[in-house]
């Protein structure tokens, strides 16, 4: 998938939200990015061996800190989605698409004080966006 349609993914799940959510996301910059680097993941929390065995993230959340109310145009809290680990993992185009839209939202979502533990119900869903009542056929 090209870098423009993968953003434009990205772009289309924040617009999709709820204006009720869209409004306290003023603060946030999302960048998308191809892959983070080891230096990254080491930062991240990632040991040698989960990094040497090729663990790796789909999203990331800096948030904002230490930053004057008056400064938190400038210093934005960010949001990285990388682009390769999610097109590795997920080679089908529509279930692409659906793991991009998971991980906008689930960054998004720590933001808003979400921990991963709280998000496992939803990030174990392989489409939580599917009506209850719509058959996974059509």
Known sequence: MSMKRFCAI?????????????????????????EPSEEFLREAGFTEEEIAAGETLYGYFQPLEGVAAADMLEHPSRIIIFKRPLEEDFPDPEQLRIEIRKTVIHEIA???????????????????????????ED
Not at 11 to 16: A, N
Not at 110 to 132: A, M, Q, V
């Open 110 to 136: 720590h933001h808003f004080g979400w921990t991963d533990r709280d998000l496992e119900r939803f990030d174990n869903n392989p489409d939580p966006f599917r009506k209850k009542d719509q058959n996974p």
């Open 10 to 34: 990205v772009r289309e799940t924040v617009q999709s939200l709820p204006a009720e959510i869209r409004q306290h996301l003023g603060n946030i910059v999302i960048d998308v990015e191809e």
